[in-house]
């Protein structure tokens, strides 16, 4: 096998010998691996999301003693069913009130489609996985990357979502007329983009067994962690300095503008909350990953890593099962359309009418548009048309 090190610095030969890696990555993976049950007892390194070398073993796993197990199987179970529960109602809450159809609520669409993904495709799998290694009972290699894969991209996407919604957060408080007038478009296109680099991350995954594998990690963990890090705080702290800087004289000249300001900062607020908890759930991952790459020597014995392992792994996948009950905690529609839904899953009744059910495919921008001809109609007056900035009043309808 001809060596990879490269005794001069050149562009070319470097972009030659990362494609030939990959290739072989991607030959191992479908050749070798024989995609239908070839299964190889081999030791779990480099585990999802970069873990790297974890110094797991079924014979550090003999010791873990059956209740142990057991029990951190059913908490996982659990998990799985809170997290498909919880953002199953919060899409089906989507679909059947308008109401909540906004730009804002797109984006965490976007962000519960992929926690539902957490609870039917990577928990089962991490299940299986260490089930199967514990008793013995080895699987495939196509499983064990399926695996690795599939929660490299739902991870991912995660987080860049996370990132898009903090991005139209800003603008919305900070441009906020800019931001009325922006195309759907270009939030459709912020939306797509997280996934797709989620996607390209994902199939580079099989570099991470090679000779490459510190440069993955090192990539891994800097443009799908601490630069969205960076540029989520960069962004709710542009909201704080901003909120706090706009005159209090301007916002209570009309009443509707002060409500509409103080809808903007509470679902920014919310949000906030969100990546907040996202952050605190991911950061144990993301340090063991570098770890196990960079310092495995300063992890602890097997059995303590693998505890270590799936108490790190339960802490980021349990934040799909907390952001779609703290979006309902701060939202008074998304918790009447929660109530609607379980006073007609559990009781079956149809006299629990509610005035927000779809009747088609209408999409509602996150701001109504109101101005001061509708508001002197209601009261007799006679209408005037205005159409500067003071005239438009954006209230959030989440």
Known sequence: MRSLEIEKPDLLG???SFVKLYARGIVCFCVKGRLFGNKRNFRM????????????SPAALEKMNMTELACITV???????????????LLTSFVMNRKLRTVTNTFIVSLSLSD?????????????????????RPYTIVGYHFYITSDIFIGSASILQL??????????????LRHRTLSMKVFYAMIAIPWLYAAIMASLQPVQFGRWKEVYTLLMTTTCFFVPFVIILVAYITIYVFARSRPVRILSRHRLHKKAYNNEIRLSATVAMITLLFIIAWMPLFVVSVLATYHPHKLPSPLGTDRLLKFVKFCHYSNS??????????????????????????????NFNMPFLATGTSFVRSYNRIT???????????PEKKHDEQSVIMISTV
């Open 14 to 16: 470097t972009t030659k």
């Open 45 to 56: 390194e480099n585990h999802d999301n970069g873990t790297g070398n974890t110094n797991t």
């Open 75 to 89: 908490l996982y179970c659990l998990l799985v069913v809170t997290i498909i529960t919880g953002n199953g109602l």
């Open 116 to 136: 539902i993904l957490v609870g039917l495709v990577s928990i089962p799998c991490w299940i299986y996985i260490f089930l199967s290694q514990y008793i013995q």
């Open 163 to 176: 990132t898009s919604i903090s991005i139209e957060r800003c603008h919305a408080i900070v441009r906020p």
């Open 321 to 350: 099962a907390l952001n779609p009950f703290v979006y309902a905690y701060r939202n008074r529609e998304m918790i009447n359309t929660f109530r609607y839904l379980g006073h007609k899953l559990l009781c079956k009744e149809q």
């Open 372 to 382: 001061w001809h509708r508001e002197s109609s209601r009261k007799g007056k006679v």
